[in-house]
């Protein structure tokens, strides 16, 4: 949907809610007390659902990204386009002037609920065939502690494990395409980028490497990673594993898809926002990875991310 389309599809508040009510029954309705199924009375006068078996109620917002939440929909719906119509993103700040409204901190939790929702729909999904796996680390902000005493402030480390960086695992999964134009440079085939994956490890131990990988990748994938001491327990249970010492390798040619939406995301990440906390670093590579296992949907972006709005439960 193009940025002229939005006002003629979703005028109004009424439009916005009209529009969330037939997407969130085409997903079905739960019952948060007895979790019947489609067994329901819309209530028009109170705009509560009423379950046919137990009588519970609730409200369209109610089991939805939306639950407990203020904002009226046409934010909601305002905050879906903007952030789906662009390669880029947009911060929390200029969503909040754009829309006019007077409190940071509740446009700044609408988004972030939105990112959310973001990767848990990643998440139902697991990267497989041919794929890259890499580990980076991500500027994040960090306050440093002063002793109450003296007053100095605590001491930074330096390079890895450093308290101003966060570990992040990235994936990638490729596709072998045929060249419809062949040059005599170049083979008949290549390999494609097709989804990414990217995850936040905290500390960069085994346990947590293989924890990660094994929520992300089918076991019969073809992995090509880093000769790194944690990824060879890491990686073990995979049986297609290739592991190549990078100080004699260049990333960019070995592992170039993974390489690229590193520096993609960092670059993004340093423009829009300036400066992420490591707790909301998982945030904003959910974002970042939606749009890119997505970025041949087109208009269809802002109608899946409805979708999955209405479907992820959050009781």
């Given at each position: 949907?193009?940025?002229?389309?939005?006002?003629?599809?979703?005028?109004?508040?009424?439009?916005?809610?009209?529009?969330?009510?037939?997407?969130?029954?085409?997903?079905?309705?739960?019952?948060?007390?007895?979790?019947?199924?489609?067994?329901?009375?819309?209530?028009?006068?109170?705009?509560?659902?009423?379950?046919?078996?137990?009588?519970?109620?609730?409200?369209?917002?109610?089991?939805?990204?939306?639950?407990?939440?203020?904002?009226?929909?046409?934010?909601?719906?305002?905050?879906?386009?903007?952030?789906?119509?662009?390669?880029?993103?947009?911060?929390?700040?200029?969503?909040?002037?754009?829309?006019?409204?007077?409190?940071?901190?509740?446009?700044?939790?609408?988004?972030?609920?939105?990112?959310?929702?973001?990767?848990?729909?990643?998440?139902?999904?697991?990267?497989?065939?041919?794929?890259?796996?890499?580990?980076?680390?991500?500027?994040?902000?960090?306050?440093?502690?002063?002793?109450?005493?003296?007053?100095?402030?605590?001491?930074?480390?330096?390079?890895?494990?450093?308290?101003?960086?966060?570990?992040?695992?990235?994936?990638?999964?490729?596709?072998?395409?045929?060249?419809?134009?062949?040059?005599?440079?170049?083979?008949?085939?290549?390999?494609?980028?097709?989804?990414?994956?990217?995850?936040?490890?905290?500390?960069?131990?085994?346990?947590?490497?293989?924890?990660?990988?094994?929520?992300?990748?089918?076991?019969?994938?073809?992995?090509?990673?880093?000769?790194?001491?944690?990824?060879?327990?890491?990686?073990?249970?995979?049986?297609?594993?290739?592991?190549?010492?990078?100080?004699?390798?260049?990333?960019?040619?070995?592992?170039?898809?993974?390489?690229?939406?590193?520096?993609?995301?960092?670059?993004?990440?340093?423009?829009?926002?300036?400066?992420?906390?490591?707790?909301?670093?998982?945030?904003?590579?959910?974002?970042?990875?939606?749009?890119?296992?997505?970025?041949?949907?087109g208009e269809q972006v802002f109608n899946r991310l409805l979708i999955a709005a209405v479907s992820m439960v959050w009781y």
């Amino acid at each position: 949907m193009k940025l002229i389309e939005f006002p003629q599809n979703y005028p109004d508040e009424a439009s916005c809610k009209e529009e969330f009510k037939r997407y969130r029954e085409a997903q079905g309705i739960v019952c948060k007390k007895c979790n019947a199924r489609d067994e329901y009375w819309w209530l028009k006068s109170k705009e509560q659902y009423e379950c046919k078996k137990c009588g519970f109620r609730m409200s369209l917002k109610s089991g939805t990204v939306m639950e407990n939440s203020k904002l009226s929909y046409l934010y909601w719906f305002i905050a879906f386009h903007l952030m789906t119509s662009t390669k880029k993103t947009i911060s929390a700040l200029e969503l909040q002037r754009q829309i006019g409204h007077k409190y940071y901190e509740p446009i700044w939790v609408m988004m972030h609920k939105i990112r959310l929702v973001m990767g848990k729909r990643d998440d139902q999904h697991k990267l497989a065939n041919e794929l890259e796996a890499d580990e980076s680390y991500y500027s994040t902000r960090y306050i440093q502690e002063e002793n109450e005493f003296t007053g100095a402030k605590q001491a930074l480390k330096r390079g890895k494990g450093s308290q101003r960086k966060t570990g992040v695992m990235v994936m990638a999964s490729q596709v072998k395409v045929s060249r419809k134009t062949l040059k005599a440079s170049q083979l008949p085939t290549y390999m494609r980028p097709k989804f990414i994956k990217m995850k936040v490890v905290e500390n960069g131990t085994i346990d947590e490497i293989s924890k990660t990988v094994e929520k992300s990748i089918e076991k019969e994938s073809s992995i090509k990673t880093d000769k790194a001491k944690s990824y060879k327990k890491g990686f073990s249970k995979f049986t297609k594993l290739v592991m190549l010492d990078m100080s004699k390798f260049d990333p960019g040619k070995e592992l170039p898809w993974s390489s690229k939406a590193i520096t993609n995301s960092k670059n993004l990440i340093k423009a829009i926002h300036h400066a992420v906390d490591a707790q909301y670093l998982q945030n904003y590579l959910n974002e970042f990875c939606y749009k890119y296992n997505r970025r041949y949907f087109g208009e269809q972006v802002f109608n899946r991310l409805l979708i999955a709005a209405v479907s992820m439960v959050w009781y």
